[in-house]
């Protein structure tokens, strides 16, 4: 019926032509906004101020009848409570001083909803904006008040105009996907004293996220989200490019970590990590490289699903574990590398190298397991299986060699074409370098101490290693 009511209503705003800003200031009571405004104007207002108390009929009211409104303030207004058939959500409980759920929320399959809302100000006595309350508007700022504790589910997801986020110090929680698909977002600024952040919440969104120090469970690096210690790599903004390397304190890579970073084209997954969850880099389409490390166990669902820009992967002998999807879509691919001699076993995931040419792309395998793989669920639909006898596809290492070596206080490596990264580890396999480099860049060492370490050179065709003493 509201779908009904909005299209009669938008017929009747475009045969008028009325599409001048019109402004206009309302004593409202709870419930009385409809009342307290005239049928032309339900119309025509575009910016609407609001004083004395409404509840969630009125915000009803705004969202779906006025078909044009863009701007709203009701800085002065108490929001009163409300339980009944005629809200936000239909029939439901609405608490005192709360944004409630869906307020404003933009469904494009019904037409309802404010997409077209610009700017809102709250009322300075709210304490929690509820589930989908600006969900798929238009909003370019927001201010969210010091008395609001806590932000709920998709709350702002989808605003792809939000510049700006600031969460205060009074917020204590925000939801699941509260900030996601705020494709528009710069900067995200999470106090110390935001302890609960929900699944997803900033998944593909593109503001560098910033954590005040002192937080107890979270940090940030680089415009990454990590939990306090830096051992789970959360969320990455969609706006990073380029190369990157995720620290050596990582051993966790979150689900939707990477999601939808189509500008990055490759990334370093240190020694320590040993997950990569679920869709970690789905949709991460500009993604021509990924170094796999012989300490992961678990590849998750859909970990490289629409990474369509993949040519090459190399699964370690310790993965034991690969979940369904996980290469879906990666049309690209011409090699892959399975480093185990007895396959993963499959049978149970669900289009693993769906969209993959099994017809073009080599399957290399341990030598003497290619009839193991020839019969293994999903490794045999591969027409090209070869076998290799060395663990890795390594470059050439009689063109890259370390000089000198021992080494000084710095080194350079040649016979690396283009930009390249590098890790150098001690033997029990912590990371004590790890940084992108081009041939003949000098590499400082002064820091390390005497010994014996593992110089780990990783391009686009393989891994190279290489040992050196300082």
Known sequence: MRKILRIIQLALFMSLSLTAQVAKTVYCIPGGLYASITKSEILTVTDLTITGSIDARDFAIMRDSMVVLSSVDISTVSIMAYTGTEGTTGFGVYPVNAIPDAAFYYIPSSGLGKKSLKSFIFPTTITTIRENAFRGTGLTSIAI????????????????????????????????????????????????????????????????????????????????????????????????????????????????????????????????????????????????????????????TSAFQMCSGLTSVIIPTSVISIGTFSFYGCTSLTSIYANSISPVDLTSKIDVFYGVDKSTCTLYVPTGSKSVYQTANKWQDFVNISELITDFPTPNNENIKIYPNPVTDNFCVSGVVGAAALTVSDLNGKIKISRKFKGYEKIAADNLPRGLYMVKIILNAGVSEIKIIK
């Open 145 to 300: 008040p010091s008395l609001v504790t806590t932000i709920g589910d998709f709350a702002f997801s989808s605003c792809p105009g939000l510049r700006s986020i600031n969460i205060p110090s009074s917020v204590t929680s925000i939801g699941r996907y509260s900030f996601s698909d705020c494709t528009g977002s710069t900067s995200i600024s999470i106090s110390s004293l935001l302890n609960s952040i929900g699944d997803y919440a900033f998944v593909d969104s593109s503001g560098l996220i910033t954590v005040e120090p002192g937080n107890p469970n979270y940090s940030s690096l680089d415009g990454l989200l990590y939990n306090n210690t830096k051992t789970q790599l959360i969320n990455c903004p969609i706006s990073k490019s380029g190369s990157l390397i995720i620290p050596s304190s990582v051993d966790f890579i979150g689900i939707y970590a990477f999601y939808g970073c189509t500008a990055l084209t490759s990334v370093i997954i240190p020694s320590s990590v040993n997950i990569i969850n679920d869709a970690a880099f789905e949709y991460c389409t500009g993604l021509t490289s990924v170094n796999i490390p012989p300490s992961v166990k678990t590849i998750g």
